[in-house]
Structure formats: C-alpha cells, structure tokens
C-alpha cells in the first residue's frame, strides 16, 4: 500500500491518478477534503482510505507501506502561524521521516523553491549541510521546508539511520488540472483563463527594475505531469536517493505564459500591464530558474514538457472543458 500524505491536494491527487494508472488501487490518502470542493480532485479516483492527519499515528501502527509520499503542508507562502506551519511542515515530517527509517519504507517528500529565498544565493539543490544553512528563505513556509531539509541532510552527513531511500523534491512554479482548489495560490493561467477566455483584459505586473521589459518577469514553470512522472521514477529507482530541484531548467516569462494560452484558444493576446503594489516591490523575484543537472546524473531522463506545449495541454484537456478536473 502507498501512503500519500496531502493526497486530496493539486500534486498528491495528480500523484493517486498515476498510481491508479499504474495499476495500484491500494493507495491510502492523508489529508483534509474540507468544504473548498477538494474532494473533486479524487472523484475519479480509487482507494483505500482516507485518513484525516490528526490520525495518522494510530492509523501507521503496525502497518506495511510500499512507500511514503509526503506532500501536505500548508503551503501558502503568505502563511504567519509560526507554530500550525512549524508542527505541519517540520514536526510532522520527522515523525513521518522516524517511521519511514523504522519501517524500512522508502520516504519521498515535498521540499520547495521557496527554500532559494531571493535566489542572490542561486538555485542549485546541494544537499550538503553548509549549502542548505546559507539559504535564506523569505518566508515562513520557505523556513520550515529548509529546516526540515537540513534535518535530513545532517542525518545524512552523520552517517545516521534513513529510510532505505529518502528523496526531497524542490518543486518550482508548478500548473496544472486539480490546482482550482488552491485560491489565490492557484497559477495565474488558471487564475486568468476565463478572463482570457472571454475576451476580458488580463492584467500583469509592469516591471520596476531597469532592463527588464513589463511582463518579463520570469519563473521556472513545470506542468504537473512532469512533476509527477520524476516521482514515478524515484518509485521504481529505489536506489537513488538525495535532494533535487524538479523544474524545466528553463525560465519563461509570465508573458509567454499568457500568451499560450491565448495561442492555444486562437485569439489575440489582450494584455494591459499594472504599477506592481509599492509594497511587494522590494521583495519581488524577477526570475527563478532551477539547476537540474543532479536529478540527470541520478539517472533520470524523462525530460519537460515545453511551456507552450504544456499550456495547450492544460487549455484543451481541463480549462476549455466543463469537467476540468483529472
């Protein structure tokens, strides 16, 4: 049986859609399907329990799991309960990460881009102690992904017990179908289709620094499927081990990725660009854009999917469509 912990989430239910495809109806989903309409990201879906978090520790005891995928957390990088964040994000994993290693179940888990902060100090996934103690995160979400992080690679670094295999995933601008849930952290594609779609102006953010033109703003964007298919691989490649950053290696700007979807409807672009509100300006990332060379030498060679070919399958497949969930 597998346990994905956040499995009513946008990429824990794109992960329980693999492993039914895959065959596998004996997935077990931890989380909290609440009253935003969660439960239609596994509508579709087949398993064999659902189980709320605060029973998690009951429900593992005396239990065999093929493995562990953790991906709940609260994610919301605009988040301020330091201690619902720190007892979700980081407590809550140890605990996951102690029963992994005493159960001998490979443990697969969510860390973030968010832990790069500002990016000054790049974006490149070294799991070595004194790398992940130099990144500064700029928020508490980001903190609590780079605490946990750091635990594990301490344990690491000491020669301590771990899982048989431990794989943290740095997930950068993830989109795609089963993301509707997630309000204002949706991606701005999902947040703009139907303006987009109707003909209506979409906004985005004027640029306020000197040599990057409005729009340009960049981000590793990745589609979930490619998200999910590195998981899919860790899964069957219980050998590998180690921290890696999951995005295209490619930075695309926020313009291209309106621009697709326009291009993927067959209209014409309608895009007005605003002031950027004075106070995220000196906080704002102008460009994120992950290293993936240490997911390659690994052995994976899945590739990522283009952006405009990523948009269209969005666009066509879910957002163009009555039923948009997967």
């Not at 070294?126 to 130099?134: G, H, I, Q, T, Y």
């Not at 946990?148 to 301490?154: G, K, Q």
Request: contains cysteine; charged residues 25%.
């Amino acid at each position: 049986m597998f346990l994905v912990t956040g499995g009513a989430g946008f990429i824990g239910s794109n992960v329980v859609t693999a492993l039914n495809d895959a065959g596998r109806s004996d997935v077990a989903v931890c989380d909290l399907l609440g009253q935003d309409g969660k439960w239609r990201n596994l509508a579709k879906r087949q398993l064999a329990d659902v189980v709320p978090p605060a029973e998690l520790g009951d429900w593992l005891k005396g239990r065999r799991l093929t493995a562990v995928i953790h991906l709940g957390a609260i994610s919301e990088t605009t988040a301020t309960d330091g201690d619902l964040v720190i007892e979700t994000n980081f407590r809550l994993s140890m605990r996951l990460l102690d029963w992994c290693t005493a159960n001998a179940t490979p443990f697969i888990y969510a860390s973030s881009a968010a832990t790069y902060g500002d990016g000054e100090r790049g974006f490149d996934d070294d799991a070595s102690v004194e790398a992940l103690k130099r990144l500064r995160p700029m928020n508490l979400y980001g903190w609590s992904k780079n605490l946990f992080d750091l635990a594990v690679a301490e344990r690491a670094a000491k020669g301590a017990p771990l899982p048989p295999q431990w794989a943290g995933l740095k997930f950068f601008n993830v989109f795609g179908p089963n993301e509707y849930h997630k309000g204002p952290m949706m991606s701005v594609l999902a947040r703009r289709f139907d303006d987009i779609k109707a003909g209506r102006v979409v906004q985005l953010f004027k640029s306020h620094r000197e040599g990057i033109a409005d729009g340009d703003q960049r981000r590793d964007f990745i589609y979930v499927d490619d998200v999910v298919r590195v998981m899919m691989w860790l899964i069957a490649t219980p050998r590998v081990s180690g921290l890696f950053n999951v995005g295209t290696g490619k930075a695309r700007s926020f313009k291209d990725l309106i621009v697709s979807a326009y291009g993927a409807l067959g209209l014409e672009p309608n895009i007005q660009y605003v002031d950027m509100p004075e106070q995220i300006r000196g906080s704002y990332q102008y460009f994120t854009q992950s290293v993936v060379d240490r997911l390659g030498r690994a052995g994976y060679n899945g590739g990522f999917t283009r952006l405009e070919d990523a948009v269209g399958a969005y666009v066509k497949g879910f957002l163009d469509r009555a039923d948009r969930y997967r």
